[in-house]
């Protein structure tokens, strides 16, 4: 008794003997409609509020298996829940999903290059302190600048060539805004 049912499974099975199926709605019809609009929806907003776009989709699926049911008016509500979530606005405070990328800040160019690193010595602390009186005119920090420039000064005539080259490279940074 057992054969002949486990047969005629295996028959339907393998399409030897068609089995009814429902009809499912059209294309065209409303609900498919819907469940469209509903995907939709959830793509535009997982772009703009994944929050509301997660939440949709659990809606979405519900109206999935209910088409799948052939509870086709169940299924349009549910899709239409999934849209209203979708639409809903992001949370007060909330990051943006895709932040825009801002250009990184690089300072612009220094028009005063000073070298690497040099050995102090006389020549070499005379030529920053030469570089440092050119950046500063047109130092925006005149004030704090000049008050360096007497200390570079000061340092290049007691031949103290390291300090002269720090106050000189000091000058040249403020006035190139660094």
Do not use: W
Not at 127 to 156: F, N, T, W
Request: hydrophobic letters at 50%.
């Amino acid at each position: 008794m057992k054969t002949p049912i486990a047969a005629a499974l295996l028959a339907a099975a393998l399409g030897a003997v068609p089995l009814p199926l429902p009809a499912q709605p059209a294309a065209g019809t409303a609900v498919a409609a819907t469940l469209r609009d509903a995907l939709l929806a959830i793509d535009r907003a997982s772009a703009t509020n994944p929050a509301a776009a997660q939440t949709a989709m659990f809606s979405y699926n519900v109206a999935l298996a209910e088409y799948n049911a052939h509870e086709y008016e169940a299924a349009r509500a549910s899709a239409l829940t999934a849209l209203s979530q979708a639409a809903a606005p992001p949370a007060a405070g909330a990051p943006p999903a895709r932040a825009p990328i801002a250009a990184p800040a690089f300072p612009g160019p220094r028009y005063y290059l000073i070298p690497d690193e040099l050995p102090a010595n006389a020549a070499n602390a005379q030529r920053y302190v030469d570089l440092a009186h050119r950046a500063m005119s047109s130092c925006p920090a005149a004030k704090i600048a000049a008050a360096e420039y007497s200390g570079a000064l000061a340092a290049l005539s007691a031949k103290q060539y390291r300090i002269a080259m720090a106050d000189s490279r000091n000058i040249v940074d403020d006035c190139a805004g660094l």
